[in-house]
């Protein structure tokens, strides 16, 4: 399983997910009625379990996740993950080495990763936190880790996640029908989304193109965080 990371940006800072971003989570959450496509932690006791299986699935080595957090207000706004992790030819250690890998080592680097399990309070939809947290969670994969290919999927109802997947630049792979149980019940089909390691240069500019468009018109980088959400901001990284 990889290390855990810090991933910075100019807008957000993705921090692994970690006890002390509960009070954050409870508050980005609260103006989120429940009904969407993601799982999003309600409450104290959700916001704990959703931190705690985080922590669990990490130790697992089935993945890694982060707070998203505003860089101008220091507020939790949301929460992302790299999840389903691939190794191919069994696990590669950093740096690469000759000799036969017969173990999982900690710091293995997977073949191919999932993004998902992404969402954000509404007040800063619409702006440019969600687009530089794939940004930098795209850089992370490619460029650190060098995988072959970045898989984002989503329930083939949520017409706004995919519309925004598919301005990343990224590939439609189908839609798998019938493929599992949606939050609301219902059987559910999946659109899946890639994005090959050939591809990425062509993306990151693309991605580059928006943030520099967003700013060319003068429109702010993200939507102003509510007071709400301000005590409760992330600890410090030391």
Same mark, same amino acid.
């Given at each position: 399983?990889?290390?855990?990371?810090?991933?910075?940006?100019?807008?957000?800072?993705?921090?692994?997910?970690?006890?002390?971003?509960?009070?954050?989570?409870?508050?980005?959450?609260?103006?989120?009625?429940?009904?969407?496509?993601?799982?999003?932690?309600?409450?104290?006791?959700?916001?704990?379990?959703?931190?705690?299986?985080?922590?669990?699935?990490? %130790?697992?080595?089935?993945? +890694?996740?982060?707070?998203?957090?505003?860089?101008?207000?220091?507020?939790? !706004?949301?929460?992302?993950?790299?999840?389903? +992790?691939?190794?191919?030819?069994?696990?590669?250690?950093?740096?690469?080495?000759?000799?036969? !890998?017969?173990?999982?080592?900690?710091?293995?680097?997977?073949?191919?990763?999932?993004?998902?399990?992404?969402? +954000?309070?509404?007040? !800063?939809?619409?702006?440019? !936190?969600?687009?530089?947290?794939?940004? %930098?969670?795209?850089?992370?994969?490619?460029?650190?880790?060098?995988?072959?290919?970045?898989?984002?999927?989503?329930?083939?109802?949520?017409?706004?996640?995919?519309?925004?997947?598919?301005?990343?630049?990224?590939?439609?792979?189908?839609?798998?029908?019938?493929?599992?149980?949606?939050?609301?019940?219902?059987?559910?089909?999946?659109?899946?989304?890639?994005?090959?390691?050939?591809?990425?240069?062509?993306?990151?500019?693309?991605?580059?193109?928006?943030?520099?468009?967003?700013?060319?018109?003068?429109?702010?980088?993200?939507?102003?965080?509510?007071?709400?959400?301000?005590? +409760?901001?992330?600890?410090?990284?030391?």
């Amino acid at each position: 399983m990889p290390a855990p990371v810090i991933l910075h940006g100019r807008i957000a800072r993705l921090e692994p997910l970690a006890p002390h971003h509960v009070p954050g989570l409870i508050a980005a959450a609260a103006t989120l009625d429940g009904s969407g496509f993601t799982v999003v932690p309600h409450g104290e006791q959700e916001a704990r379990t959703y931190v705690f299986q985080a922590e669990a699935a990490q %130790l697992a080595g089935t993945a +890694l996740a982060f707070a998203i957090v505003t860089v101008a207000d220091e507020c939790v !706004v949301g929460a992302t993950r790299f999840t389903r +992790l691939d190794y191919w030819q069994g696990p590669l250690t950093w740096p690469l080495s000759a000799e036969p !890998v017969t173990a999982l080592p900690g710091g293995a680097i997977p073949d191919a990763v999932e993004i998902g399990n992404t969402w +954000l309070t509404p007040a !800063v939809r619409g702006g440019q !936190v969600n687009l530089e947290s794939k940004l %930098l969670l795209l850089a992370h994969a490619f460029d650190d880790w060098g995988v072959r290919r970045v898989t984002l999927r989503a329930d083939a109802r949520n017409q706004r996640s995919r519309a925004a997947i598919e301005r990343l630049g990224a590939v439609s792979d189908g839609v798998r029908r019938a493929h599992s149980r949606g939050l609301d019940g219902a059987v559910r089909d999946t659109a899946f989304y890639s994005i090959l390691h050939d591809e990425w240069p062509g993306v990151r500019g693309r991605i580059h193109e928006q943030l520099a468009a967003r700013a060319m018109r003068c429109a702010p980088l993200m939507p102003a965080v509510p007071e709400s959400l301000r005590p +409760l901001a992330s600890s410090p990284i030391g």
